[in-house]
Nanobody
Framework: VQLQASGGGLVRAGGSLRLSCAGS????????VGWFRQAPGKEREFVTA????????HYADSVKGRFSISGDNAKNTVDLQMNSLKPEDTAVYYC????????????????WGQGTQVTVSS
């Protein structure tokens, strides 16, 4: 599975961005896909994940109600819609894939895309 993240950029606080994770390989359509982020000097943290078979979604408390994850099997993409962005959302965002229905532990993610920078100005 190869993953390609895109859509990052610079936005003012309160604004929106949409990130996309494009996957290659047939198994991408059944693997869980998660988004993580890493700010300078901080550890990589979980943001959200979607399990592709059951369609369940999971969010970190810090983004609940603001971020939304969705998958498009026809396009082989998983998107992250980010609304009401805050300066503390500034980070490099990574998408990653884990075996079907697994999502809760960063060590379960076998495949990682390159990061995309999101910068939120105050």
């Amino acid at each position: 599975v190869q993953l390609q993240a895109s859509g990052g950029g610079l936005v003012r606080a309160g604004g929106s961005l949409r990130l996309s994770c494009a996957g290659s390989g047939r198994i991408f359509s059944v693997y869980s896909v998660g988004w993580f982020r890493q700010a300078p000097g901080k550890e990589r943290e979980f943001v959200t994940a979607i399990t592709r078979i059951s369609g369940s979604t999971h969010y970190a408390d810090s983004v609940k109600g603001r971020f939304s994850i969705s998958g498009d099997n026809a396009k082989n993409t998983v998107d992250l819609q980010m609304n009401s962005l805050k300066p503390e959302d500034t980070a490099v965002y990574y998408c990653a894939a884990a075996k079907p229905e697994r999502w809760g532990n960063i060590y379960e993610y076998d495949y990682w895309g390159q990061g995309t920078q999101v910068t939120v100005s105050s």
